[in-house]
Nanobody, 128 residues
Framework: QVQLVESGGGSVQAGGSLRLSCAVSTSSGYTYNTYCMGWFRQAPGKEREGVAIIDNNSNTGYADSVKGRFTISLDNAKNTVYLQMNKLKPEDTAMYYC???????????????????WGQGTQVTVSS
């Protein structure tokens, strides 16, 4: 069983930055960089969409809307996945979720149905 806990959300003005964290743990013990990790977001009234993904080989992928502004990264020592968000826009406002799956490709990792493990979410609000 995989447990994911997000943090780092908050309110920021347009153009600002936030860094989201996702602490990963399991009941069985594992080397978490063997997992495929994704960040998703869901705004009110909209579908949950993939934002960034890092696969088992540390290949990364991003939604077109965040390319050049968001960066996904791993800290093996802390068992934590990060999403650095720069140049934030009001349209980035959403609940952000971390997701994990033992294996996936970058393409599959952009899809919500790929993942079986989800965090509880952290709210990001960007004001104009």
């Amino acid at each position: 069983q995989v447990q994911l806990v997000e943090s780092g959300g908050g309110s920021v003005q347009a153009g600002g930055s936030l860094r989201l964290s996702c602490a990963v743990s399991t009941s069985s013990g594992y080397t978490y960089n063997t997992y495929c990790m994704g960040w998703f977001r869901q705004a009110p009234g909209k579908e949950r969409e993939g934002v960034a993904i890092i696969d088992n080989n540390s290949n990364t992928g991003y939604a077109d809307s965040v390319k050049g502004r968001f960066t996904i990264s791993l800290d093996n020592a802390k068992n934590t996945v990060y999403l650095q968000m720069n140049k934030l826009k009001p349209e980035d406002t959403a609940m952000y979720y971390c997701a994990a799956e033992p294996w996936c490709t970058v393409v599959a990792g952009t899809l919500r149905e790929t993942y079986n493990y989800w965090g509880q979410g952290t709210q990001v609000t960007v004001s104009s």
